[in-house]
């Protein structure tokens, strides 16, 4: 993988030459079904029959599984000892430990947000690991969307990998001057905080910078922008994406039609 | 009419009370290359962001006298208008990365996509950029993963394949190692010898004083003094001011006091005109 400062994963793949739009449209049709579709199954099928084959026809299966579990795991442990044991107005006792005792209403809240919260960071995932940021970029502004929002998306989904990489600058300069950032737990947190305010306020102080640094290149001028990386899209695309609308539009009606009955 | 004109130019930031660049004059002619030289706030980076236009238009604050660069004039133009003639690169290389560009190749092309070029000219462009900035090798790396000289290099090219009358340069080598420096200097070089305009705040004073044209000294937002890098750097107040003299002239003076420097000679500012000196003394 080249410098991991985007998910991004360049390979040739079907998935990978959709249009941006169509893959976002997913993403948000995926998320729209996972939280309001019927049955406590639906998220975990969406993720087993949905998200994990297209993972493996854009080539990028590994990365999507061992990035998922690895952002997910710690709070699917968490939510479950949580909701299944603290869970206000479960009745149907499982087992008890000391004064806890885990209600199966617990655990099925816990399964089903934990499944929704996985439908929806893995979509995502799908869409930044075979997506090229500046495409999606292009893309929106091609059609009408304003370019400091599409900038904004885009810049902020390659934010978190660039802040990663600055802390480690950061941490690096200080161990170099005898920072002591191994060892127990506790000492590994205490050396974090030094790392806040260096981190936060050059965050800050570049933000002034980097905006010149784009009005320079002509961001905000009131033209049409063109784009280099050519942007594929057909008919069918945009069909599928029509289809997307309306099946999210339905999954939102029944729900409203369900709280209303 | 000059290429760059300042009448009378007066600045304040927002919410200050002392005035950032002060009654300032200045004419650049079209193809000349003028170093700004001053101590730490002595307004250097004020006037690149006025010739460039971000004073006053990303920068509010109080604009008295007149500005025009290259017949455009700020209060009736925007922002957008200046952009596409006057190029600005600045200080630190990472901040000038778009952050949404995965190699160099389309980083350098950001510009020419919000200009709204076609694609085959940007590549022609982006091409030719490449090979003038001389980062051929990094075309398909990651802006991210370069070395400041290599990032700043990149930053000079992306500004310069938007075909900017003008080059405004705020210290762009301060923030590099002195390899990194070299690199980039000797694209500026290149552009300067190709006759582009440039506006160079630099206070590398040996460098500026082989290469520029014209010195203008700031001081406390005041023009001190104007003139070729001779006569500029040459003059005995610079010191006063904050501003270093070239390690040239520092020579000389000490061989001057010692007797080892001819009397009617004035003091040199680059390395050829002190050689000339102890030849002459020599001889
Ligand atoms: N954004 C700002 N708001 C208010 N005052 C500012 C701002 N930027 C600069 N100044 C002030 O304007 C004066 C000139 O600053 P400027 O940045 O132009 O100096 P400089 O010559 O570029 O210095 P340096 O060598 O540190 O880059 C300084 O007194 C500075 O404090
Ligand atoms: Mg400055």
Known sequence: MPDRLSFFIPRESRVHSLNPLTKLALAFSLIILAFFGPGLFLPVALYFFVLVPLSLLGKVGKEFLQTSFRLLLPLFAFLFVMQSLFYPGGETVIFSFWIFSATSEGVVFAFRTATRILVMVSSFLLLLLTTHPSTLMNDLSRRGVPASLSYIITSTLQIIPQMQARAVTIQDAQRSRGLDTGGNLINRIRSLLPLVGPLVFSSLVDVEERAIAIEARAFTLPVKKTSLIDIPDSRGEAVLRWVMAALSLMTIGYRIWLSLN | ??????????????????????????????????????????????????????????????????????????????????????????????????????????????????????????????????????????????????????????????????????????????????????????????????????????????????FADRILALSAGQAIKLGTPREVLGSPELPEHGIGISRYTQVARKALQAGLWPEKRSMPVTLDECVQGFQEIIA
């Open chain 2, 1 to 210: 009419m000059a290429l760059i004109e300042l009448k009378n130019l007066t600045y304040h930031y927002p919410l200050t009370n002392s005035p950032a660049l002060q009654d300032l004059d200045l004419e650049v002619q079209e193809g000349e290359f003028l170093a700004i030289v001053g101590a730490n706030g002595a307004g250097k980076s004020t006037l690149c962001y006025t010739i460039s236009g971000f004073i006053p238009h990303f920068f509010k604050g109080e604009l008295a006298g007149s500005v025009s660069v290259a017949g455009i004039d700020p209060t009736k133009a925007g922002l957008g208008e200046f952009v596409q003639k006057v190029g600005l690169v600045f200080q630190n290389p990472f901040n000038q990365i778009s952050g949404s560009k995965f190699t160099v190749y389309e980083e350098i092309a950001f510009g020419l996509e919000n200009l709204g070029i076609d694609p085959a000219e940007m590549r022609e462009r982006v091409d030719e950029i490449i090979r003038l900035t001389r980062i051929e090798d990094l075309k398909d790396r990651s802006p991210y993963a370069l070395s400041g000289g290599q990032q700043q290099r990149v930053a000079l090219a992306s500004i310069l394949v938007m075909r900017p009358q003008i080059l405004v340069l705020d210290e762009p080598t301060s923030q590099l190692d002195p390899i990194g420096s070299q690199e980039v200097f000797q694209v500026i070089k290149d552009m300067a010898l190709q006759g582009m305009t440039i506006i160079m705040a630099e206070h590398k004073v040996e460098w500026v004083a082989e």
